[in-house]
Structures are given as structure tokens and as C-alpha cells.
């Protein structure tokens, strides 16, 4: 039986051996948008690109998304409970990279340029020939390192579409499949 090391004692990997290592697991890449009620006359829409993106549980459908903390839209989904996610595909990689800019000047200049219409559920904008677009609301909040891993219950799935292949993100760029 295998007993660790205690963790005083036990060695720590570096940010960049931690950054290499992991660039070699391919991901799927997703826009996860909310709409803020609070911005404006009519609110206004939020989005990231995120990497880390999956499911947790068939029954009752929940996923999980990794947002960075203290980031916009991590403080916003800390007072909005809906949101969604677009499963992006080959032919999203200039709007994948928008998104994934720091110190953009404007998710609503971004969301203009970008096809989209609005969920019926989350309210948040679903971008139009995604792959596939989940609505959800948060379950749970947990504080990981610089992260915030927000729970979702799956309102809504669609499959919009099937036949597109998906943009990946491997060894710190976006790819696609063969």
C-alpha cells in the first residue's frame, strides 16, 4: 500500500513544469458567456474562452467549468446563478482568440461581431453554429488555487452542429483534427 510523502516535506512542481506537462492533454474549446442584468439599460453580455470545461454527472446532468478568480467573470457569476456554454468549432478560432485577450476593451463590441442569439433559459448569448451549447445554473462555487469551479445543472443542451469538427487547444495553441 502506497502511503504519501507528508506534505511539508513533499516536492511542489514549478508553474512552468506544470504548464509544460499539461499542454500535452488536448481540450476542447468553449465560450462561457452570462448576461449581467446589471449592466446598463439592458444589461450586458460576458465572455471567456475556456479550456477547462467538462461533465461531471449524466444524472441529473451537471458540468463543470474552471473560471480564474477575481477575473470578471468570476465575479460575476458570483451574482448571477445562469450561464452557457458554446462548444466551439474549427472555424471559431478568431472568436476563441478575442475572447481569450486580457485587457479587451469590450465584450459588447466583441458580441457584435459575432454571430449569436440569446438562450431562452441563461438569458446569455449561445454563439450561432457552435457544436453544441449547454444553458446552466450554478450548483456549487468551490475555491481552487487561483480558481473558482462552478457546478452547473444542465438546463438545456442542443446539438446545432453535429457534422463540424472542434477547435482543440494543444501545446499552447488552438489546433484542429486531422
Known amino acids: 500500500m502506497y502511503t504519501s510523502p507528508q506534505h511539508a516535506a513533499a516536492p511542489v512542481a514549478t508553474p512552468d513544469e506544470f504548464r509544460a506537462a499539461l499542454s500535452q492533454l488536448a481540450s476542447g474549446v468553449t465560450l462561457v458567456t452570462a448576461h449581467d442584468p446589471e449592466g446598463g439599460a439592458d444589461g450586458e453580455d460576458a465572455g471567456m474562452t475556456a479550456t477547462s470545461f467538462l461533465s461531471v454527472s449524466l444524472e441529473p446532468p451537471l ?32 472568436l476563441a482568440s478575442r475572447f481569450a485577450m486580457k485587457g479587451r476593451l469590450s465584450d459588447r463590441l466583441l458580441f457584435a461581431d459575432a454571430p449569436h442569439h440569446r438562450g431562452e433559459f441563461a438569458g446569455a448569448p449561445l454563439i450561432d453554429g457552435a457544436l453544441a451549447t449547454v444553458e446552466c445554473r450554478t450548483e456549487q462555487r468551490i475555491t481552487a488555487g487561483d480558481h473558482t469551479l462552478l457546478i452547473g445543472r444542465v438546463l438545456a443542451a442542443r446539438v446545432p452542429g453535429p457534422a463540424g469538427k472542434p477547435l482543440l487547444y494543444f501545446r499552447g495553441g488552438y489546433r484542429q483534427l486531422g
Do not use: F, I, K, P
Open 63 to 94: 458540468v463543470l467549468v474552471s473560471v480564474r478568480e477575481d477575473s470578471r467573470m468570476d465575479e460575476l457569476l458570483s451574482r448571477v446563478d445562469t450561464w452557457a456554454v458554446s462548444l466551439l468549432g474549427e472555424e471559431h478560432r478568431a
